[in-house]
């Protein structure tokens, strides 16, 4: 549960940084997935405890962009 909200958190800083850029607040939307879609298998939510290095962690806290539509 903890895991989602920093990802909801993360996920919507990104978003929020691109409108600052000038991307349009409605062309954009964010999702954050905890450990939903992990790349490596470094889960560490609950009773899940894992032995991967920090190196290996960060890979899944990152922030993947879709581009859906060109003008």
């Known amino acids: 549960k ?7 958190a993360r996920a919507k800083a990104s978003m ?3 409108v600052k850029k000038g991307i ?3 062309r954009i939307t964010s999702k954050g997935y905890g450990e939903s879609r992990l790349l ?3 889960a560490c939510e ?3 405890k ?5 190196e290996e962690h960060a890979k899944n806290r990152r922030v993947e962009f879709v ?3 060109l003008k």
Do not use: D, H, V, W
């Open 16 to 18: 929020e940084y691109i």
């Open 40 to 42: 490596n298998n470094c």
């Open 24 to 26: 349009g607040k409605l």
């Open 46 to 48: 609950g009773k899940s």
């Open 2 to 8: 903890a895991n989602m909200k920093l990802s909801a």
């Open 50 to 54: 894992s032995k991967c290095p920090e």
């Open 67 to 69: 581009i859906t539509r």
